[in-house]
């Protein structure tokens, strides 16, 4: 089944321990993005990445930091969490940059 | 940057009525996108416009990529409970940026 993976789905955490999740897509798309959705805001992108070892800012990217050394794999990284950062992120992928993308379920955090 | 305006907010219909809901933007978009997330799940793509002016379907949705680029709407007939949920919408211009509405809640009363 073609999907995008994100985990964990749920993570409760204190401010200032690293975490990471992870995103994998077994649909060999050479775009991943990631967003976080806070209520009334909608999505908004955080980093994305137009194939193997080429990552961008997107419109949030303050706090963050992603990697893609492999096509299907695209980790997000938050190397000292604060509670603003307590959001629902979205992983997605897209065969193409300009192709509609495909979302995964989404990783809901908690940072206190 | 840009910023897409989606109306209405939420929405509480009898089921079996249709519905409506619309973005706009001062931008000029590409690719408008649909998009429907359901609770606990991510957002899943209903449907997809390229050009301007195209009326796309699928199933009893509608969409339709306004003649100026800025606009787009999204109407759903006979709407049935689970239609329950909460509709994006989506703008894209040329390369990878995607600006999404801040959605439009959708309850259903059976």
């Known amino acids: 089944e073609a999907q995008v ?5 749920y993570l409760i955490t204190v401010t ?12 060999n798309h050479e775009y991943m993005s990631w967003y976080r959705q806070d209520p009334g805001l909608g999505l908004r992108q955080i ?9 961008d800012k997107g419109d949030v990217p303050e706090g963050y930091k992603v990697s893609r050394k492999e096509k299907r794999n695209f980790p997000l990284i938050l190397e000292s969490p604060s509670p ?18 495909h979302f995964g379920d989404g990783t809901r955090l908690s940072i206190l | 940057g840009q910023q897409l305006n989606q109306s209405p907010q939420s929405m509480f219909i009898q089921e079996g009525e249709d519905v ?14 649909w998009y429907k997330q359901d609770p606990g799940e991510g957002p899943v793509l209903l449907i997809a416009l390229y050009k301007a002016g195209e009326l796309t379907s699928n199933g009893r949705l509608t969409a339709q990529f306004g003649i100026t680029r800025k606009d787009s709407f999204l109407n759903i007939s006979a709407s049935i409970p689970s239609d329950v949920g909460i509709y994006f919408c989506a703008g894209q211009l040329y390369g990878n940026k995607l600006v999404f509405g801040a959605g439009t809640i959708l309850r259903v009363k059976s």
């Open chain 1, 5 to 9: 993976t994100q985990n964990p789905r």
């Open chain 1, 47 to 55: 980093y994305y990445s137009m194939n193997v070892e080429v990552t």
């Open chain 2, 20 to 33: 409506s809901m619309n973005c706009t933007s001062s931008s000029i978009f590409n690719t408008w996108l």
């Open chain 1, 16 to 27: 200032g321990k690293k975490l990471t999740v992870t995103c994998s897509q077994n649909m």
């Open chain 1, 84 to 101: 603003n950062q307590t959001s629902l992120y979205f992983c997605a992928s897209a065969k193409v940059f300009n192709q509609p993308q």
